[in-house]
């Protein structure tokens, strides 16, 4: 897989992606209904990312866990746990938790699906993604997570916070303030597959 990692900043003590996640998106011009249309190329993890999310085609988990356990955990110091971003959009099944569990299953580290719980935005509030500011964003995620203290051993460990597509991480911001109420979490690694 061709991957060109970019460093995130953030509140986290270090962040990366591996791949920009649409390279180029043409407009086609309008289709019958006049939705507009588009050629869009995505880089190798973006695509695949895309089929997981959209077509929900599984089989995108594995190659993609790999990718991130060859190139980004060698970039950070031990990992002691892994967590994945809570979903946006409810699913049946979550592609981010599911890139988790795959990650998790290849590299032996446990996986916290459930440390993170996020409440539901106010009936009738605009959704995050048709927010223009990040201070908008921040505003409308403040208090939205806290966390399940599920670490049943004492001591600290590095988390890995791993999201599928980081856009301005205004959410990644709001977990890792969470996460850093919790005594049993020491350092906070942030990883994503693409970003926009």
Same mark, same amino acid.
């Given at each position: *897989?061709?991957?060109?990692?970019?460093?995130?900043?953030?509140?986290?003590?270090?962040?990366?992606?591996?791949?920009?996640?649409?390279? /180029? /998106?043409?407009?086609?011009?309008?289709?019958?209904?006049?939705?507009?249309?588009?050629? =869009?190329?995505? /880089?190798?993890?973006?695509?695949?990312?895309?089929?997981?999310?959209?077509?929900?085609?599984?089989?995108?988990?594995?190659?993609?866990?790999?990718? +991130?356990?060859? =190139?980004?955990?060698?970039?950070?110091?031990?990992?002691?746990?892994?967590?994945?971003?809570?979903?946006? =959009?409810?699913?049946?099944?979550?592609?981010?938790?599911?890139?988790?569990?795959?990650?998790?299953?290849? =590299?032996?580290?446990?996986?916290?699906?459930? *440390?993170?719980?996020?409440?539901?935005?106010?009936?009738?509030?605009?959704?995050?993604?048709? *927010?223009?500011?990040?201070?908008?964003?921040?505003?409308?995620?403040?208090?939205?997570? /806290?966390?399940?203290?599920?670490?049943?051993?004492?001591?600290?460990?590095?988390?890995?916070?791993?999201?599928?597509?980081?856009?301005?991480?205004?959410? *990644?911001?709001? +977990?890792?303030?969470?996460?850093?109420?919790?005594?049993?979490?020491?350092?906070?690694? #942030? #990883?994503?597959?693409?970003?926009?």
């Amino acid at each position: *897989m061709i991957v060109q990692i970019k460093k995130l900043k953030g509140s986290w003590d270090l962040g990366y992606a591996l791949q920009k996640h649409t390279l /180029s /998106s043409v407009y086609l011009g309008d289709d019958e209904w006049g939705h507009p249309r588009f050629e =869009t190329t995505r /880089s190798e993890p973006g695509e695949a990312l895309f089929q997981l999310k959209y077509r929900y085609d599984w089989k995108q988990v594995e190659p993609l866990a790999a990718e +991130v356990q060859a =190139t980004l955990l060698p970039l950070f110091a031990e990992v002691g746990l892994i967590v994945p971003m809570p979903a946006s =959009t409810a699913r049946a099944r979550q592609p981010v938790n599911e890139l988790a569990k795959g990650l998790g299953q290849l =590299t032996k580290i446990p996986v916290f699906d459930n *440390m993170v719980v996020k409440t539901p935005p106010a009936p009738g509030s605009t959704p995050l993604k048709d *927010m223009h500011t990040r201070a908008e964003k921040d505003n409308a995620l403040a208090g939205r997570f /806290s966390i399940n203290e599920c670490i049943a051993t004492e001591g600290r460990w590095n988390v890995l916070l791993l999201d599928d597509l980081f856009d301005t991480g205004a959410t *990644m911001d709001a +977990v890792c303030q969470a996460l850093r109420s919790y005594k049993k979490i020491n350092r906070i690694y #942030a #990883a994503a597959i693409t970003w926009k």
